[in-house]
Each structure stands twice: as structure tokens, then as C-alpha cells.
């Protein structure tokens, strides 16, 4: 039986008519490097995109799970590293939830690493011609919650699947009406960049040894 | 007889392998509007670019010259307003020359206005979902120099033509290896964008009043 | 007798309480190598500014003017090089006018560049350890209006008279409400700038040699 | 007998002449809000830094411990929330050490939380006219060793203590000769605020409620 990929988008959130995360997704193949993609749109819900993607692991048992969000201003497609056992939000969520320093577990580690090889992945999306950076903070609102609930998920309930997180930029027709200097890219090629992203986690077991760290 | 667009692009500089200004150019329609569009890639070099695109429009006689050019940099198009006298050039140009506040022409005015629309320009490319911006300053390097000879040409020799000047952003390969926060633009979409501002261009004679100043 | 040189600051404008850079020609002294330094504060307003600062050189007849502005977000200090016939006002400024794409002298030139040592005030003011650089657009709001109308008096009316103008940082307490981001600068600091410029205004005359120029 | 608070701040690196962290605490007053300040300056080492904190903490049993850095190119003062277990260096420290994808402390928690309250730190510095900001990244190089250094140290060994981290801006010398944009702050400003913090570091005990968070 071929292995498979969950790859999750949020629906549109904070005003914005279109989340580029899901779009990009709906690009996807659905196969990728022999393994089968399962795309999954996800309300931008604190506590509903988590059930949602429980119930699916429960119901797909993906060998991978790779969840997709909008970090608005980011120039470049960046794959985080660290989702932390935090909930602040800015904005309420499509549900009207707006969490203030909580934790996203009571019982959960405070921070878990992705399991998946990061820096191949962000080296892959660099080779084919796409910038790409490794982040270290997933924020502290949906993104970071759904990234750190699947790294939990996966620790205490289905310990065989590896996990991570991409945040693309603004698409380009959300760019019309921001500031000068606001950063977009086309949803083709943010599809593009996660298709290698996926290629990489699907078949790298150790992760690539370039140094992708701060000075600071 | 057809009226006819001129449109240069810059071939590539700075250690870039690519100048996305020439690429996006050579994307263009040979007809936007019923205008024919000439395509024209020039050196990046400061004498020699205002004597191609002479030599150019003394034999195509068109109606219209517009520029492209590359601010890396620069996250949306930005159309040109103002070109100035000056010629100061951080890194030599392709032919070496390197000119430190100088002059462009003896005999010109300190700065000449675009005399295309301009804002109905960067309205256009907006109404078309591509981030556009109008700018007051088109630098001081080998863009500006064009665009201002383009502009005494016209005043001096080519007084029913028009002419005007855009910047493109980082084609996305481009982005790879640059300081993360570097924005990108599909070449594709900067061509759209170009065909947007030169159907403007060749249709609207009066410009539009929409406020697109500084604060500063 | 001694030389004079007058050097103006706007009032606030835009919502804010404050303005650096009337604030921070106050902190200046009364004498700077030996010339006279006549202080004024001008109104952020298109058309007064112009006639106050015009009275003022009737009654001064200073050999040199300096104006001084704020830009919101820029982080350095930036000596102008370039002010242009045209104002445009994204926001009415503290009398209401908001003048779009106009002229702002009917006979005036359509740019004049600053007649002070640009270079050797930016040099001057990094040598001692304040971060400036040339700028190319001083906008197209009131501190564009005051530069170009001084420089077009320096041309129609007071010959032996040089200007410039120098546009100051958000003052620190500015930056607090202001998007992660934005720069700020101790108004103590944009002092020690000025002064220095001034310092190199009134004693040099002839430009410096370095390259400050753009790549696009 | 008086409370303490040891206050680090680290010697240059990466080139540069100053580290404004260490220059800023060196200003502050021996007692703030009646808590004795012990001043410490450690090297850019992963290794060294953390031994030296310890054999200090072991010494003088702070009850608080706060530790600053350099975080060039930020624009503000930025509390940190979060350490990470990890050492990632782009460049090699002032000993040459060089970690990649290392773990700080093997059996050390993924992250820590700051164990001051940050919220209220910020408040504070903003409260006095200085632009603060809570952040999510404390990077992966020196200072993000240090700070999850102290976290552990004090979860493992001085349990009573509370510990955090600041980052400052790049002191206004150091932008002199960095990119256009490149934000600045006095090291006066800084030592002003990191005061404000430790005033509320050691007088609330409970956090501020105040909406910090991000909105991907």
C-alpha cells in the first residue's frame, strides 16, 4: 500500500478574500514522489482545526503530515523549525475565539521540534529557483497552533508519522492596497515550492547539514 | 498605418545572470490596444542605451517609449514619475564606465516629468490584481539615465511622442541566496503588469487624479 | 559682519505631538564655526511656509538656508539631493490644502538640485558616528514644497545664497503604537547630525568625490 | 538583606568594535526599585557564557537573572518569550565554536518560557516613551544559548529565581556603513529601557494581560 501525505490549508482569515495556503495546496498533484496527497482545507479556528485534523489522521493514518499557512510580510516560502505550547492572538479566529497567553496543551511539552528534514526541504525549494528560509518562530496564533498540535499528535498518539509546517507569503493580488514594501508571490509558484518541500520530506530520512542559523 | 509602442529592456548587470526588465519585454504581445509593440533590449551601459533607443526611434518613429528597468529591492511596479540630470553610478556599468555626479546632457532641463499617464498606469496594473506603486525617484544609474533621454529626445526632437519608465522588482529565481526579507515578482507577472500600464498608456490621454503622494 | 545661516523645522503634522525636526534645530547651538544660526519653525503648510521662510530671507538675507523635515520610517539621517516642481499631499496638511499633481511655481524650473555640499554634509555626519546617506526623493509633500521654493528664491532672487535640505527619523517616543519595524532616533542625535552638516555647509565648497549613487 | 538581580550583557562579535548590550547595562544604577544590580559582562561563547552565568548564579544567588544581547537590525526593544534547546550558528563565536543543529543541554526541555513577566517589561518601556516589543525568536546563536542556559539552570538548580532575556537594536555608531534602513538606537535609550524592564522584572508578579501576539 503507497505511502501518504496530509497537507492542510486555513480558509481566509483576518478580511482577506482568499487564504493563498489552501489554494496552493488545491495545486498540488496528488502524488507526489510515489506517495499519495491528501489535501484538507481547515477552518482558521484555534480549537476546530485541530479536532479536524485529528480525526483525519485518525481516518487517513498518513505517513506525513504537512500543514500550510499565510504569514503575511515574509518575502520568501519559509519552513519553521519549533512550534511552541502557546496561544496569543491577535485577531479572533473565524470562530470568534481569541486566546491570551494560554497554552495550547495543558499536558503538552512546551515546544516540539518538526520532525520532518527542514533544511533539505528549504535547500530543495532553493535548487529549483524559489526562495526559502528556514524560520524559527511559527508565531502564536493558528499556524503555531496546528503545527504544535500535529508535533503533539504525533508524539502521544501516532508516533510513526513526521510532521511540519510551511508559511507562504501574500499572494500577489492580496499585495493591491498594502503598504509599499509588502512582499507577494503567486500561488503557482508557492504550490511549486511545497511539491518540492514534499518531495524532499517524503523520501530524505537525515536532514541536510547546511548551517541555517541566526547570528543573534 | 498603426501607431507603435516602443519598449526597451535592460540586459543584465551586476553580477545577475538574468535582467527580468528584457524577459518580461520579450513576453509582451506584438499588439496591445492596436498599437504595435516594438521590443527593443538594450545594454546596460550609460552611453550606449541613449544611442540605441536614438538610433530606434528615429527609424520606428513610434508614438510611445516606455522603459523597463530592474530595482532589486522594490516588492511591487513601480511606474516613474520624474527622471533627473544626474548620472552617478555605484558599480561600473557593462562598458565600465562609471560617472560620479555628472550631468546626462549639458543642455537639459534638471529633470523631466514622464509624459504618460502615470497614475492612470499604476491604477490599471491594480485593477488587474498586481501590487503597483508610483515612484519620484527612478535613481541615480543607468534606469534614470534612459528614462531621461528618453524624455529630451522627446522635447528636443520627438515632440508628438510620449515616453515613460517602469521598474520591475527581483525576478523569484533572483531571490535565491539574497538577505531573506529580498521581494520577488514571477517575471510572468511583471509582463502582465506592463501590458496593463501600456494599454493605459496608448488609450488615456488624461491622467488620472487618484492622490498617490508622500507624507514626507 | 557674520555670516547667517537659517535653518527651518515644521511644526507637527499627521496626528503626531511632536516634530523632530523643528525639535531638534532648537537643541542647536547659536553659532557654528562661526556663522550665525537664525532659527525658525514653519507651519506644515503648502502655501505659508513658503511666504514665511521668503520673509525671512527678505529681512535675514542669510547666506545659507537649511530646511529641516520629518520622514516617518526612513532610518537614517538623509541629506536631499533633488526637490521637485510638484506637490501631491496624501493627507491635507495643517492649513487643509491637499494640492494633487501640482505645479508648485507655474515659471519654475521642474527640479533644482541643492546647491550645498550634499556629500561632504552625508560624509561629515557619518564620520561622526551618525548613519546618513544622500537621498534622491525628498517626496512630494510639504518638505519637498519648502526645499523647492527656496531653491527657486536662491535662483530668481537671492544668487549669492546656497540651500538644502535634510530629512530627520521618527523621533523615539514616535516609534511607540508604530508597527514592529519602524526606525527611531534620539532627537539629541538628529541635533548632533545638523550640526554637523551645517559645520560642513558653511565651510566647504567644493562637493565631496564619493560615490553615493544608486543601481537602479 | 537586599534582593539581587545579575544583569549580562555580551562583549562584540561578528566584527563589530562595540556590543551596545553590554555598553547599555555598564549604564545602569547599582539599585533599581530598591534590588541590588550585579553587572556581568560574558563572552560571545556557546560554551564559556553559560559556565560563567552558572559559577556567577552559584556566587551571588540572584533573584532575578536577565540577560542582553545585540539583535542587529531590529528596530525596537524586544523581550523575549522563548529559548529554544538548540544551537545553530551562522557564524563561528568569539572561541570558534560553530554548533549546528546542536542541542544546548541534552537533557534539557525543548523550550522555556521567560519566567519574568514580559508583557509587563514591554508595557513598561513603552509607558516611558521607548519602543518595545514581546518577541517570539530569541534567534539560535549566543544569545538564545544563554538565555535557555539560565531557564534551565534555574529550573534544574535555583528554582526561586526568575529569568529572562532582552535584545537591543544596533547601537547609532554601528549603522554607520550598514544598508540604508538599517535601524539604530543610543546606547542611553537602551540602558533607559532595560531599567524599565528590570523596575517591573522585579516589582509584578503577575503578567500583564495586554494582546502581544501575531497574527500567522
Known amino acids: 500500500m503507497s505511502r501518504k501525505i496530509l497537507v492542510t490549508g486555513f480558509d481566509p482569515f483576518g478580511g482577506e478574500l482568499v487564504n493563498p495556503a489552501f489554494e496552493a495546496v488545491r495545486l498540488l498533484p496528488d502524488e507526489i514522489a510515489g506517495v499519495s496527497v491528501v489535501k484538507l482545507e481547515i477552518p482558521t479556528v484555534f480549537t476546530r482545526s485541530a479536532k479536524i485534523v485529528e480525526e483525519t489522521m485518525d481516518r487517513e493514518r498518513p505517513d506525513f503530515v504537512l500543514c500550510i499557512g499565510q504569514a503575511g510580510g515574509r518575502s520568501a516560502i519559509t519552513v519553521?523549525?519549533?512550534?511552541?505550547?502557546?496561544?496569543?492572538?491577535?485577531?479572533?479566529?473565524?470562530?470568534?475565539?481569541?486566546?491570551?497567553?494560554?497554552?495550547?496543551?495543558?499536558?503538552?511539552?512546551?515546544?516540539?521540534?518538526?520532525?520532518?528534514?527542514?533544511?533539505?526541504?528549504?535547500?530543495?525549494?532553493?535548487?529549483?529557483?524559489?526562495?526559502?528560509f528556514l524560520s524559527y518562530t511559527a508565531g502564536t496564533y493558528v499556524c503555531n497552533a496546528i503545527m504544535y498540535n500535529v508535533l503533539y499528535l504525533i508524539d502521544r498518539k501516532f508516533p510513526s508519522a513526521k510532521g511540519g509546517f510551511i508559511h507562504v507569503p501574500y499572494a500577489v493580488e492580496q499585495g493591491v492596497g498594502k503598504p509599499n514594501g509588502t512582499p507577494v508571490m503567486e500561488i503557482a509558484t508557492m504550490a511549486k515550492a511545497i511539491e518540492c518541500a514534499i518531495e524532499t520530506a517524503v523520501t530524505v530520512d537525515m536532514d541536510a547539514s547546511d548551517i541555517m542559523g541566526e547570528t543573534h
Open 80 to 132: 519553521e523549525k519549533v512550534a511552541i505550547n502557546l496561544a496569543e492572538a491577535r485577531i479572533p479566529d473565524n470562530d470568534g475565539e481569541q486566546p491570551c497567553d494560554a497554552p495550547l496543551r495543558a499536558d503538552g511539552d512546551t515546544a516540539y521540534f518538526a520532525s520532518l528534514p527542514v533544511k533539505a526541504m528549504v535547500k530543495n525549494i532553493n535548487d529549483h529557483g524559489i526562495p526559502a
